[in-house]
């Protein structure tokens, strides 16, 4: 299969790509992040590129209409709506055909998110599955020629009444040498009192466990001392499989609609928890060998990738898992990059749409041991409300991601830095001023502030003063008797115009529309 030269602007990143893949394909393969909340299904016309003969020049490439595919008629629709000027394309149905340079405009970019996922002290009952026993194993004679194993599984008994231990195959492979180099002197990890899974030489007290919590958009770690129950250290990343797309329903399809994709989506969502691992190590400055046991939680899809289970009962009614009942595993089995044989326990999840993540805050908050109604609502990507007592829950789902993330809005983005967040609009004058994430000043302070689209909180805020301002009535359309520079019509209809052109980071005015509205 031929390969073609694809270079992207401004970040630099190349490669060689094979012929007939998506621009965005190309980005996926290349780490370039562009946006693209659909998946690539040409509904959210958020991976716009650009192919600039000027770019192309730059690189020694002659751009030529057959280096990549035409856009179709209904790629062109998409565009229009989005008043894309000419050489607009969108990546994920832009083929590659040649040696191409691809300009991915700040819009499109998928920025390096603002990720806070800080821990709740509680009180709770210390009662790890994980516990470390210190313990003189006496070495083999000739009247007593028992195994290395049958001695330390006999030394625990003796001194801790630990029987009917079994023990893993990695420490077979350890133990002759440091009961060699410690003459008998070691600390046995044993997990729920049945498996002796680490060995390790002379007195080890520390014991720590970490907690993973598979979000939609976010995955949070938290490094937990077995011995007290503190939280240590905590880390937080956006989950890498927002390539693939935004929500649960995106990644389910693209796990049974293009090839591999599942193992991809494993690959990522595996490699971001070792990531993650190795930075609540660094942190805290233990070794691998020191994290004795795992909890992982996430809704039911994240759960199923997390495992590399099919996830096509999800993706259709009834909406069946795979299994619903919490599972223990090897790290090994896993691919995560700790001792192969430290324990990974996963919560069972409850339907298609509320998973483990759910049995958690119930587990934490505790409404079935309560006897008045206790209401629980998770709010994520994908939230999860639990209604009930002790006599009976009652739960469910629903997307709230697109209300946050600017879902089926026209200029709607997630709150990135640029995105707006908050907005004011004079009633008198209509004049708008608004403040965008990661910057504390109005854009009326700060001449060099740029906007790039606008999240939830600035959409739900914009329509709020639209309507207070006397711009949108009561009944969600616009007042047609006002008069103002920042009303405009457009092919949809009409709309006010919430930040100018030079006050955006590609030129086009960002907008609230009727359909916007709507949405909201």
Known sequence: MSKHLVVFEP???????????TILEAARVLGEDIESTCGGKMVCGKCIINLDKDLFARHGIELVSRSFSPPSSKELKVLSVHGLAEGSRLACQTKILGDIVVFVPAASRRAKYIVHKAGINRIVKLKPAIRKYHVEVPPAGPLHPHSDTNRLTAKLKADFNLSNLKVDVDVLYSLPGILKETGGEVTATVWMGKHIVCVQPGYAAMAFGAAIDIGTTTVAAYLCDLTNGEV?????????QIAFGADVITRISYALMQPDGLNKLNYKIISCIGNLLSTLMRKAMILPSDISEITVVGNTTMHHLFLNLDPAGLGKAPFTPVVNSSLDLKAGELGLGLGKMVNV???????????????????????????????????????????????????????????FEGGNIKFGMRAAPGAIEKVEIDPRTLSVKFKVVDSNKWNTQQDALKATGICGSGIIDAVGQMVRAGIVKSNGGFNKSIHSDRLINTGEGPAFVIAHAGETDDSREITIGIDDIRSV
């Open 232 to 240: 240590i250290e905590t880390a937080a990343d956006l989950n890498p």
């Open 11 to 21: 970040s630099g990143r190349r490669g060689y790509i094979a012929a007939n893949s």
């Open 345 to 403: 326990h996963t919560l069972p999840v409850i339907a298609g749409f509320v998973g483990a993540d759910t049995v958690g805050v119930l587990i934490s908050e505790g409404p079935h041991k309560q006897n008045k109604n206790m209401l629980i609502i998770d709010i994520g990507t994908n939230g999860e409300l639990v209604l009930g007592n002790r006599k009976k829950l009652m739960c469910t789902s629903c997307a709230m991601g697109p209300a």
